[in-house]
C-alpha cells in the first residue's frame, strides 16, 4: 500500500513553487504598488495643490528615504513560509480547487492587511481583486445563490454593529475600508463565511486589547490625517480569522457553535 498517491506529491510540489512566488512576489509586488493607490482625501490636499489627497506620512517617507515599504528580509521568508505551510494542510485535507481559491483569497487579503497596518488606508484596487476570488468559490457553494446571501448577512451584520455603536458610544464602529471588505467577504464566501470571520475578528480585537490593558502597553495610535485615534486597523485581526476560517472551518456549517 502505498503512503502518498501520485496525486498529493504533484500537488505538495505544487504547493511549494506556489508558496515562493506568493511569499517572494508578494512583498516585491507590493513594493511596487502605484503610490495613487493609497491617496485619500481625507488626508488632506496632494503635494500639488489637487484635491485627490496627499499620500500617507508614512509612505511618503519610505519613499524619500529609498526604503522598502515592506522589508524584503524577514517577510519574504515568513510569508512563504505561511503559504507554504497553509497550502501543504489544505493539500492534505481539501480539493485542489479549494486549495486555489483559499490561497488566492488569503494572498490578496494579506497586502491589505499590511496596507492597514502601515498606512491606515485600503485601496479600492485591492478591495476589487478580493472580489474577484469569488470566482473561484462559486463552485464550491451548495447554492447558487450563496453569494447575494452572503452580501445580504454582511449588510446586516453591518448596519446592525453601526446602530449599536452609535447608540451606545455615539461613534462609527468600522471605518469605510472596513465595510467594503466586510462586503466583498460575503459575496465571496457566503453567509458561513462573512459570519465566522465577522465573529473571529471580534474577537481577536478583543483578546488583543485585554492582552494590552494587563500589560499596560495599549496606546494612542496616528491615523491618517495625524490626529489622535484609539481604534487600531482592523484587517490585520481579519487576515488571521480568514486563516483561520479558511483552513479550520469552512463548510463546517454551525457546528463549532451548536
Sequence with gaps: MTIFSTDLIIRTAVTMLAALLLGNGGVVWFNHFPPNWYRDGSNGTAEDGSKRGALPEALRASMEQGRQRLPSTPWKLLLTLYFGSAGLYLAIRSSFAYESAALLFLFIM?????????????????????????????????????????????????????????????????????????????????????????????????????????????????????????????????????????????????????
Design 110 to 258: 494579506m497586502w491589505m492587511a499590511v496596507s492597514d497596518h502601515l498606512y491606515h488606508i485600503v485601496p479600492d484596487q485591492l478591495q476589487l481583486l478580493l472580489a474577484l476570488t469569488a470566482f473561484g468559490f462559486i463552485p464550491l457553494h451548495e447554492y447558487w445563490w450563496e453569494p447575494a446571501a452572503g452580501l445580504l448577512a454582511a449588510l446586516i451584520l453591518i448596519l446592525v454593529t453601526e446602530g449599536l455603536a452609535h447608540v451606545l458610544y455615539h461613534a462609527e464602529a468600522y471605518g469605510g475600508a472596513d465595510i467594503k471588505f466586510y462586503l466583498v467577504v460575503g459575496l465571496t464566501l457566503g453567509r458561513e463565511g462573512v459570519i465566522y470571520i465577522f465573529i473571529l475578528t471580534t474577537l481577536l480585537q478583543a483578546l488583543h486589547l485585554l492582552i494590552l490593558f494587563f500589560t499596560g502597553t495599549r496606546r494612542t495610535e496616528r491615523g491618517r490625517s495625524g490626529a489622535a485615534k484609539s481604534r487600531r486597523p482592523m484587517l490585520p485581526y481579519a487576515f488571521f480569522a480568514a486563516t483561520f476560517y479558511l483552513l479550520f472551518f469552512y463548510g463546517t456549517g454551525w457546528r463549532i457553535f451548536f
